[in-house]
C-alpha cells in the first residue's frame, strides 16, 4: 500500500505561482515505477499534467510546459508541482498519483495504482 497526501493548493491571481506537495508513505518514492500529478475541473475528465519516473526522467501535458515542473525529493519522500504563469484553465482539483509497475502509459489514470484525496487550485482572472 502506498498513501498520498496532497498539500499547498489555494487560490492564486493568474500569473502567479504555487507549490504543490505530495508526502508518501507505506513505500520509498525510489521504489515505485512512476510518481505523477493528475487534474479535475467540474465536469471535465481526469487529465494528464506532468510524471516523474524513477530514474528521473519527467514527463508534461502540452498545456503545462514550460510553466509547471515536477521534482522528486527522496529524502523527504515526497514529489512536487511548482507551477509557475498560472491561468484560469488551470483551475481543477489536483490529484498525486503513484504506479507501482510502470506499463508505458504514462499519461493514462489507468496506469496508475494508488491516489491521494486531492488539492484544489483556483485561478482567478
Known amino acids: 500500500q502506498v498513501q498520498l497526501v496532497e498539500s499547498g493548493g489555494g487560490l492564486v491571481q493568474a500569473g502567479g505561482s504555487l507549490r504543490l506537495s505530495c508526502a508518501a508513505s507505506?513505500?520509498?518514492?525510489?521504489?515505485?515505477?512512476?510518481m505523477g500529478w493528475f487534474r479535475q475541473a467540474p465536469g471535465k475528465e481526469r487529465e494528464f499534467v506532468a510524471a516523474?519516473?524513477?530514474?528521473?526522467?519527467?514527463y508534461y501535458a502540452d498545456s503545462v510546459k514550460g510553466r509547471l515542473t515536477i521534482s522528486r525529493d527522496n529524502a523527504k519522500n515526497a514529489v512536487h508541482l511548482q507551477m509557475h504563469s498560472l491561468k484560469p484553465e488551470d483551475t481543477a482539483d489536483y490529484y498525486c498519483?503513484?504506479?507501482?509497475?510502470?506499463?508505458?502509459?504514462?499519461?493514462?489514470?489507468?496506469?496508475?495504482?494508488?491516489w491521494g484525496q486531492g488539492t484544489q487550485v483556483t485561478v482567478s482572472s
Open positions: 507505506g513505500r520509498t518514492i525510489n521504489s515505485v515505477a512512476m
Open positions: 498519483t503513484a504506479d507501482v509497475l510502470y506499463s508505458g502509459r504514462y499519461n493514462s489514470p489507468g496506469e496508475y495504482d494508488y
Open positions: 516523474i519516473s524513477w530514474s528521473g526522467g519527467t
